[in-house]
């Protein structure tokens, strides 16, 4: 039969690998009371205090500047008032029309509907010849496309 001392020690090198393991059921595991588990616990966490260093905090970024961020975009989107009224319009018209001829959509397709609007309409608003607007154009037509050919990404 095992002595207490054996059974504390198997007890605390367990909690120190497992932190947080439920004491009392450590405790039935390792034949000792609950109450001798916390106490137990309690040392070798103790113990253990210096032995590890915390983990190195990474740095956080810097946050943007967001003035000068919106002040970018608008340079690239033009105002964001006018863009938004010149893509609520086409929206409202896809909408509108979509339910005067009883048109469904599956989420995804009105959702790339909705976001190549947003591209057309940043590129009518704004700076024509930013690739990106493009781009999107074509991937969010490419997704819908794919998953009507049974590709879903």
Sequence with gaps: MKTQSSKSKKFME???NHPQAK???VAKKFGITPSLGYQLRKKALDNQIGVFAPPEMV????????????????????KFKD???LMQSIK???????AKHNKFFA???WEALEMIVHKI?????GNPDVVDHWVDIAGYATLIADRLQGRER
């Design 14 to 16: 367990y909690i120190m």
């Design 59 to 78: 740095p956080m970024p810097p946050v943007p500047d967001v003035n000068a961020t919106l002040d970018t975009r608008a340079q690239s989107y033009g």
């Design 92 to 98: 409202r018209s896809m909408s509108e029309h979509a």
């Design 23 to 25: 004491v009392a059921a």
């Design 83 to 85: 863009g938004a009224a």
């Design 121 to 125: 309409g940043r590129i009518v608003n």
């Design 107 to 109: 989420d995804d397709q």
